[in-house]
Structures are given as C-alpha cells and as structure tokens.
C-alpha cells in the first residue's frame, strides 16, 4: 500500500512537501499528528487525522500520536476567529488522559513490526525555561516568517487581533516538530489543511538548527455539499465520546449524511477498498431510497468507535423510531442504556403505583403538558388513530396500563402522531 496515493484516491490530500513521497516510497518512516486537549474528547471533526495516521500505519510506516498537554495550555490560533479560554492544568490532564484512551481505540500501539507511539509535548516543554526558549528557539525563526502565515495575517486583520501567547504558537509546534525528529526519528509532519503554516515552520526550525530536513503532508478541509461545517449539527459538535453524543446519535449523523456528502465520506471515513466502494455506490444508484451507501458508512465508523452491540442497538433503535421494529432490544438493557438510547428523546417520570393499580390512558397521557396539554387533546388525536404506546396503536379512550405493559419493567414509549415519541419512566 502506498501511503500518498492512498490519501489521494480517498480524496484526502491536500498539499505535500516535495520529496515526501519519494522518502516514504523507500522504506519505514516515523510521521505524527497532534491532538490539542482543548475538550475531554475527540470529536469527528478529529477523525480525519486518525484516519490518516491509520492508513501511515497500514501503509508500514510508525505512527506517533501526539497529545498537546503543553501546547493545549495555549491554542492554536490557525484560522480560528478568536483566542480559545485557557484552561487550568487538572482539566489539561483530564483531557489528555481522555484523548489518550480514545486514540488507542483507533490505532494499534501494542503489536505488529510499526507499532503506534503516544507522546505527550508536556514532557519535554515542563522543564523548558521562558528564557531559554525564547533564546534557543525564538532566535531561529523571524518574526517577518511568523508574520508570512496566513492563519496569522487573517488573524491580525480581525478586530479581535493576535494576542503574543497565540503569536508562539507555531514556534512551540515548530519545536515539537523538532525534539521528535531529533529524539524519535521523527520525518514527517501531518495534520489538516489549517497546519500548513505551522508544519513548514517545523521544517525550517531543523533545518536552520540542525541542517537537517524534514518533511509535511495535510490533508483536505472536509465540508458538506452544501457548504456547512463538516461535524456540526443543530446541537452542536458530534463527540466521540458516548456520554457527549450517545451511540444512537452518532449512527444518526452518518445515517443522515447527502447522497454527495456519504460518496466522498465512506472514502475518508473508512478502510473499505476502492472496489468495495464501487461496488456500495453502484448498488446505492440502482435504489437510492434505501440509503445503502450511507447505512454502509454509519455501520463501518460506528463499529470502530462505540464497538458493535452499540452498534447494534443504534440500528434497532432507528428501526423502532423510523420503522416496524419493536422494543423487545430494551429487553434486559440496564436503566441508564435505556435513556442513552433515547437521547433526545423527551424523557418524563410515571409514579409506580398507578400501574400497579392500573391506569388510565388519558389519565397517563395528560400528566406531562409536554405529551398532550390535557385530556381533551389526548381523546381527540387517540380517536383519530394518531397515537400508539410500545408500537400498539390505541384503540379506545377507555384502555388501561398495568406493571404488565412496562417495557423492561419500567419503560413505555408513547408516539404521536408519525415523529413525536416520548419516554415514560416508572419510578
């Protein structure tokens, strides 16, 4: 497998530094990205470098993933509209030990002959004096080269300026860049288009301080057909993390992407060969109503990321929520799985005792404003046939639920109308 031109048929690349390719053609070479902790998790915006750190691997070469606990006290400024918040260094190492876990889901640091590396930038810049820095380091690249970059012009052009601590961002990742390559045997750079300016200035800092070189890749700014940011939703960010974005969610992301958007997506998103692909896009055009090359894409991430009964779950939830399928999944599904599946799904609480006694379905359904404002509602749309409780369309004002109709002994789904559900809880 040839690295470069695996990038370059998934649509993934963007620029390279010449001599990158002709380097990695001739054998095994260690290359990194850095992960920033600015949050507790990774988000899919994130998944574009790890997918090329898996495909460097898979290609033969050595891995290293990078954590920036040094560099995440700063922020790196690259095309973004303002300074981020700084965080205090208990939350940093949270967020380090986090995105650590998580990246060890996706690469494989244990076993093979190139086997991924962890390093974490505070390491070497913990005991790295202010004035040292600025005299070993701050000497060799001028300010005229900082003030070149275009994350920094765009920067400078904005009312909300560049403040010095943003300024030396590229000079700390510029020593990153150059305590791997002198102390790991570090070669190669990579990251996303936005890290241009940052990985040349790493170049030039081995250069001019040890005649050496060294090389960059970057990647393609992921965006949707239409133009909006890649990742983000109406509730903001998709994470990695199950507790920020529940498994069901995550799958419905994907799930939910354009014809377009889930093509180019199932290239850069997953390890499926081109034949594969070709052959997912050719039976997807055939009917593409069934959405088969979006269920493809949502099935291959989220299995690599939340594992496969999450997986599993997720697909019988979206079948329950947008088909025929039942409830019997929630069968044996520990409480706090329930309300992960029904993230954002309104959630309300029944007392207990009034389905041991049995209660009525008007009486039920009035008791949150949320589900009907009152009674008189709830008879009319029941009437009408526009209501259904665990998949079981209503037939009569007049029904009663017992402990016998609760799902898992505690759980029953009411739907209104074709896309309102809501989910009571015994308690």
């Known amino acids: 497998m040839n690295f470069v031109d695996e990038l370059r048929w998934r649509g993934m690349l963007q620029d390279i530094i010449p001599g990158t390719e002709e380097l990695l053609n001739k054998g095994p070479v260690s290359g990194y990205i850095g992960f920033d902790p600015t949050a507790d998790s990774l988000h899919v915006g994130h998944l574009t470098q790890i997918m090329t750190l898996i495909h460097f691997q898979r290609a033969g070469h050595n891995p290293i993933a990078l954590v920036g606990g040094a560099t995440g006290m700063i922020g790196d400024p690259s095309f973004k509209s303002a300074e981020r918040n700084l965080l205090d260094e208990a939350t940093l190492q949270h967020n380090v030990n986090c995105l650590e876990k998580q990246l060890r889901q996706f690469l494989n640091f244990g076993e093979g002959p190139n086997p991924a590396k962890m390093v974490n930038n505070y390491d070497w810049f913990k005991e790295f004096r202010f004035l040292d820095f600025i005299r070993d380091v701050g000497k060799l690249i001028t300010v005229n080269y900082m003030m070149a970059k275009d994350s920094v012009k765009s920067r400078l052009a904005s009312e909300n300026g560049l403040s010095f601590t943003e300024f030396s961002y590229q000079l700390i990742q510029g020593y990153d860049f150059y305590h791997l390559w002198k102390h790991h045997n570090c070669l190669i750079q990579m990251g996303g288009s936005d890290q241009w300016g940052n990985i040349v200035t790493g170049t030039e800092f081995i250069r001019r301080q040890d005649a050496g070189t060294a090389y960059g890749v970057t990647t393609q700014l992921i965006k949707k057909a239409d133009g909006n940011k890649f990742g983000k939703t109406e509730s903001g960010a998709v994470w990695l993390d199950r507790t ?184």
Do not use: C
Request: charged share 25%.
């Open 244 to 427: 920020k974005t529940s498994p069901y969610r995550f799958y419905q992301f994907w799930l939910n992407a354009s014809d377009d958007d889930a093509k180019n997506w199932i290239k850069i998103f997953t390890l499926k060969s081109r034949e594969e692909i070709d052959s997912i896009i050719a039976e997807h055009d055939t009917a593409p109503h069934l959405r088969i090359v979006q269920k493809a894409l949502a099935s291959d991430i989220t299995v690599r990321t939340h594992g496969e009964q999450d997986y599993e779950t997720a697909v019988k939830t979206s079948e329950f929520l947008f088909g025929s399928g039942s409830l019997e999944f929630l069968n044996g599904m520990d409480p706090a799985g329930v309300l992960d599946v029904f993230d954002g799904i309104p959630q309300f609480e029944i007392d207990k005792t009034q389905f041991e006694t049995g209660i009525n379905v008007l009486d039920l359904l009035a008791q949150s404003s949320s589900v009907f404002p009152s009674k008189g509602e709830a008879r009319k749309m029941i009437q009408g046939g526009g209501v259904s409780v665990n998949r079981e369309k209503l037939g009569n004002t007049e029904q009663v639920f017992t402990t016998a109709d609760l799902v898992n002994g505690r759980y029953l789904v009411v739907q209104r109308g074709k896309k309102n559900y809501f989910l009571l809880t015994a308690v």
